[in-house]
């Protein structure tokens, strides 16, 4: 089950840089995949993704279409979206707090959103979705409730999503499948500790911290990170679920965070958002109209190495479904190319001083 092997290249307090293989893959932490949630990302080619080592798909929209009897015909999610790179899948816990469903203690009973019938999304069912299609990395069904809820319910959530987590490591048998558990608790820390210990009693072949991005303080996170990370093991990959802004990146790379996703860059794309460096800007803005120069100075992505942002905001304002490939793909280069950035300055033991500087560029 673990193919996941890793070599620690170097730290910079927590900060830290590995050498992962995976599968026969080589990539480099820490690392943020962009989100293909029905096995693309939408406008873009997945082609142009060159600098991009990992992928991540939605086990719950893929279930219903186009469904596992499709995916089996193409031995997984690889073959039907012919994507050769790494690709890690979720579990259908986040759609059981983003889409109205019942929940009980087997699993997640789901409206489907395409036709209205309900199934039940059990961690059984997540790990033969998973398994179907193939992915490099799964993870478990986590029961994710509010990051305000109360202790008493947290709690509720923990246990089970403990349970959950061991019924999914007893029926995982894909053999080429890494599979990851997921931190639960909320903002309270014993809770925190109780979740990932349960997770760390399974010997999962690596961790998510969950139940964050969904309505806490940047310093909650912080501090809930800050916490968690310093019970899970160093030999092991830590993930964060669903972040993808550049300063909440380098704070929780500053602690010793190593793998990231999130829809964030490429939505914003959508509505005409520019990522430059550590900010972005609205292209919409009149004063974009005859600017000849591309959309960052210096950027080498296939849109700024072609096009002037003129055209570009032409595009998003008059044609914008044209638009957003190009946006989409610049919005992607420029947050791998970030992260790229501090890969390198924490092997120059400089994290704290780029940080600084790119913040206030």
């Keep these: 089950m673990n193919n996941i092997k890793l070599d620690l290249l170097g730290t910079d307090g927590k900060a830290r840089v590995n050498r992962v293989n995976l599968n026969n893959h080589e990539f480099l932490t820490p690392i943020f995949m962009p989100v293909a949630t029905r ?79 309900k199934f039940l999304m059990t961690p059984e069912l997540s790990m033969e979705i998973q398994e179907s299609l193939n992915s490099d990395i799964a993870m478990i069904l986590d029961h994710l409730i509010d990051i305000d809820s109360s202790k008493e319910l947290q709690k509720n959530a923990i246990d089970k999503t403990n349970t959950w987590a061991r019924n999914a490591r007893n029926v995982h048998q894909n053999s080429t499948q890494s599979l990851f558990g997921i931190v639960q608790g909320g903002k309270y820390k014993e809770l925190r500790e109780m979740s990932a210990k349960n997770m760390l009693d399974l010997d999962f072949n690596g961790y998510a911290i969950g139940g964050l991005a969904i309505g806490e303080t940047s310093s909650e996170r912080k501090e809930i990170v800050s916490f968690t990370t310093d019970i899970l093991p160093s ?28 829809v964030w860059p490429s939505r914003i794309a ?50 914008p479904t044209s638009s957003w490939q190009f946006l989409t793909l610049h919005n992607i280069f420029q947050t791998e190319n970030i992260v790229n950035e501090v890969r390198e300055s924490i092997l120059n033991s400089d994290f704290d001083n780029y940080k600084e500087r790119l913040l206030n560029e």
């Design 39 to 117: 096995g693309s990302i939408k406008s873009l080619n997945l082609e142009n993704l060159s600098e991009t080592n990992i992928i991540l798909g939605n086990t719950y929209h893929l279930y219903l279409r186009p469904g596992l009897e499709v995916i089996k015909k193409f031995n997984g999610l690889h073959d039907f979206m012919n994507w050769k790179k790494l690709i890690l899948t979720d579990s259908g816990g986040f759609q059981g707090w983003s889409i109205p469903n019942t929940q009980t203690d087997e699993g997640i009973l789901f409206k489907n959103v395409y036709d209205g019938s």
């Design 235 to 262: 030999d092991k990959l830590r993930y964060v679920m669903g972040v993808g802004d550049i300063k909440s990146l380098l704070d929780l790379i500053e602690l010793g965070i190593d793998m990231f996703d999130c």
């Design 270 to 319: 959508r509505h005409g958002k520019i990522i430059n460096r550590a900010g972005f800007f609205n292209l919409k803005n009149n004063k974009y109209k005859d600017l000849k120069e591309p959309l960052v100075i210096g950027c080498k992505c296939y849109t700024c190495l072609n096009y002037s942002t003129s055209y570009m905001r032409h595009l998003l304002i008059n044609e």
